[in-house]
Every structure is written in structure tokens, then in C-alpha cells.
DNA sequence: CCTTGTATTGAACGGCCGTTCATATAACCA
DNA sequence: TGGTTATATGAACGGCCGTTCAATACAAGG
């Protein structure tokens, strides 16, 4: 039985991606086999090899996928850095918070990928934090922020932001606005903005 | 063939624990298998059974483990919060530094625990962190720190230190005292230190 | 030298793994 | 209506998994 109604490929392969994601996310890479996905999107497992060629492949694209949509949704805003500083805060963490799947897994996953498939996603992930690297530089540069280092400034303040994803719950004592509030003014003391 | 000359348990049962803490770190827990461990260790997969009930208990020994020597080589400084804090802002990241696989392993695998181990890995986590909350909440009665909320700083300051972890490399461009010195400006600037 | 107890082997258990492929069906097109 | 093509099945492949256990080799003690 095959090609039952309302079934085909526009629809199948977002679910195979979309169950992958979750069940990666949950119980790691290694933790999940093909079967399992399969069983989810209700297929059997052979059935995914019309979708992806081998499952490093399917996290790779999984991965990739997440790194350029993240780099596609920040744009490249101007104004002044202590603007965009802000801006760069509040959009990473609201976006971590409605991706935590994607964000997780970047994190966590990255290891099981292939060298070359490493090297692109690693890429893919400094290009984005050169994105802050140049507001503290900037920022920097007119006297308004005091950086020590920026690569390390860059390190430090992503992992802070990056932080928020392990403890946040929306039904939590604090509200999103408050989460975003205080991280602005923690990344702004770091580097010496008023 | 078996007991060859300078084998034991005292020596042995270390030697598993070592082994599987760096394979676990480097592939994932779910990833290694006993053989590999075995391997490592020069036995045959049997024998890791004499030492350990299961894989899921190697896994829990070995995180537990780290937790108390964690908080065990903290000791309970003393002091003015600015000072406290320094201490730990300066004790976290050199401890980490230098057990970077058991911490590696502790966030990545909490996942692969049961319920009940998660529970006690995260008991002894908390009982971690309540430490640097307790240092910000002397400092803030006293007017020292300004901090909006005492545990999300202190989520805060730690997902920073922790991401020292990730980049740090001994033949780096910064050297490690400079790494601690730029942190513990940031973690003051953090909470409005001066 | 012989016994005892510890440390280890090596084979075996049932089960799941990623992947391939011949086969079958349902939807589409002429 | 009939042929073609996209989509999926289900069985099979060799291989590795965690764990158990009877047999065995060795070190130590009497």
C-alpha cells in the first residue's frame, strides 16, 4: 500500500525534518534511528531514503538549514552601536527561545558531523557572531564601549544570551519583556555602556 | 588468559572510569559502546561488569562524581561580596578549565540520566549555584550590586564563565590569567560593580 | 605444592542498527 | 482508459548493541 490520498512529497519531507528535529533535540543524534522517525511521520524506515540520502546528511541539513534562516532573520541594522547592541541582544534571544530545538541541537550535535560538514556549519556560525564581534568594535572605536578583547567580549556575551534558553519557561516567574530588559542592561555593563 | 601481572581492581576500576569519561566527552554517551570502552582499558566488554552494574551507572558515577569534587574544591570563602565574587568568578573558570571533559559531559548528558539521577545531578547543580546566588544577594543588601533579579544573574554569570570552555585553548592568543581578569570585570560590570 | 578466591575471557543471548531493493499501489497525463 | 511515474512497503543484509555466564588463568595463603 502505497501513495495513500493527501500523502506526497511536499508534505513528507518537512515532517521527516520536523520529527528528526524533535527527536534529535530530545534524545541526541546517536539516541535516534531512522525506524523511529519513521514511526513518527507514520512511514516505514526505508521510506526516508527518498527524502535524504543517509541520516549525517539529515542532521547536517537540519543544521545548516537553522544557521541560515538565523543569518537571514538578523538583518544588518545600522544606527549607533549602543542601538544596535540592543537590537542584537533582544533578537538573539527571542529567537533561541522560538527555535530551542534548532538552537539545541546546533549545540549539541555538532560533533556528529562529518569534518567537512563541521567546517561549514562552524563557518556558518562565526559569520553570525561577527555580527556582534562589529558593533563592539564600533562601539569600541567612538569611546562608547570599553572592550578589552572583542573576540572574547563577542564569546562571553553570546554565551550569556545562549544561557537563557536552559532555564526559560513561559510560564515562568519572569516574563519574556523582563528576560530581555535585564540581559540588555548585564550585556551593556559588561563591556562598560552606560 | 586473565589477572596478568600488575593488573587489579584498585587499578582497573579507575582506569574504566578514565576511559569512558573522555569517550563519552569526545562522542556522546549514546555513541560509545562498552566494547570501545573495553577496548580502551585492554579487557573484553565482560569484564567492565565486574566494576560497574550497567552503562546508565557508569554514566551517573561518573557525573556525580564530578558534582562533589565541584563543590568540594569550592570551599565556603569568606569576606566582601566584591571579593567573594571574584573568588568565584576566578575558581569557576580555572575548575572548569582544568576538568574540561567531566564538565563537558555534565551538561551534555543529563539527558541520557533516569528521572531519579537526573534529579540528584541537578540537586547537587543547584546546591552549586545557590553558592554565587547567596555571594549577589550579600552584595545587593548592601548596596554593592545592583541586581534586578538574584537567579537569573546568577544564570547569567555562569552560562559566561561556562563558555570559556568552548573556545579557551592553552596556546591561544589570550593567556589564562588575562581570560580571568577580562571575566571578572565583565561578571562585576554584569551587576553594576564598579 | 595445593587450595582458594579474584580477575578475566570468550562465547552466546535476543534485539536493534542504517541501508538497500524488488515490489506494489495511487495519482496523474495522454 | 491505459500507461507512466512518484511514493511507499516490507523483507532482507551484515553488523553492532548491552548484558550474562560458564570456564579459566593467575596470585596469594597455608
Redesign the interface.
Known amino acids: 500500500m502505497a501513495r495513500r490520498t493527501g500523502s506526497s512529497a511536499e508534505v513528507t519531507g518537512p515532517r521527516i525534518r520536523s520529527a528528526a528535529l524533535r527527536l534529535f533535540a530530545?534524545?541526541?543524534?546517536?539516541?535516534v534511528s531512522m525506524r523511529q522517525i519513521a514511526t513518527e511521520v507514520g512511514l516505514q524506515a526505508g521510506a526516508l531514503y527518498l527524502y535524504t540520502p543517509d541520516k549525517q546528511t539529515l542532521l547536517y541539513d537540519l543544521l545548516r538549514g537553522h544557521m541560515e534562516d538565523l543569518l537571514a532573520a538578523y538583518g544588518a541594522p545600522d544606527g549607533p552601536p549602543e542601538a544596535r547592541l540592543r537590537q542584537f541582544v533582544r533578537f538573539h534571544i527571542a529567537y533561541n527561545l522560538d527555535h530551542a530545538d534548532e538552537v539545541f541541537l546546533s549545540y549539541?550535535e555538532l560533533?556528529?558531523l562529518e569534518p567537512a560538514n563541521f567546517a561549514a556549519i562552524e563557518g556558518l556560525r562565526r559569520s553570525y557572531e561577527d555580527r556582534l564581534s562589529q558593533i563592539l568594535r564600533d562601539g569600541a572605536e567612538r569611546g562608547e564601549f570599553h572592550v578589552?578583547?572583542v573576540?572574547?567580549?563577542t564569546?562571553?556575551?553570546?554565551?550569556?544570551l545562549?544561557?537563557?534558553n536552559?532555564?526559560y519557561r513561559q510560564s515562568g516567574?519572569?516574563s519574556r519583556e523582563?528576560?530581555l530588559a535585564?540581559?540588555e542592561?548585564?550585556a551593556k555593563?559588561?563591556?562598560?555602556a552606560r
Open positions: 530530545r534524545h541526541g543524534y546517536a539516541a549539541m560533533r556528529n578589552a578583547d573576540r572574547l567580549a564569546m562571553a556575551i553570546i554565551a550569556m545562549n544561557g537563557v536552559t532555564w516567574r519572569l523582563e528576560v535585564i540581559h542592561a548585564m555593563g559588561m563591556i562598560g
